[in-house]
Nanobody
């Protein structure tokens, strides 16, 4: 099985910064795209940023220029550096990974999620 564990959430004032981390563990062949999503109360989950295994990144318009995503393939980890935070960034942030597993001569791809970490930005 594959597990994603996030850390780094918390309470911060508007204009502040936070860094989220997510580490994948378990039995798998490789990890393709990793990313971060968030969900504010009463709203659907939305994409924040993604990064491919080759380092290509994609950001939501709302965080472009303020957030940076990076990953360490050797550690199976992805990071989200969040700067210039505002109250609209408040929500539960979820780590996501597209994981390839190998079993019985076949490769399987699966979409895995972390348990989420709360980010609260006060005005």
């Amino acid at each position: 099985q594959v597990q994603l564990v996030e850390s780094g959430g918390g309470l911060v004032q508007a204009g502040g910064s936070l860094r989220l981390s997510c580490a994948a563990s378990g039995s798998f062949f490789k990890i393709n795209t990793m990313g971060w999503y968030r969900q504010a109360p009463g709203k659907p989950r939305e994409l924040v940023a993604t990064i491919t295994s080759g380092g290509r990144t994609n950001f939501a318009d709302s965080v472009q220029g303020r957030f940076t995503i990076s990953r360490d393939n050797a550690k199976n980890s992805v990071y989200l550096q969040m700067n210039s935070l505002n109250p609209e960034d408040t929500g539960v942030y979820y780590c996501n990974a597209d994981v390839v597993r190998y079993s019985g001569g076949y490769y399987y791809t699966g979409d895995y999620w972390g348990q989420g970490t709360q980010v609260t930005v006060s005005s």
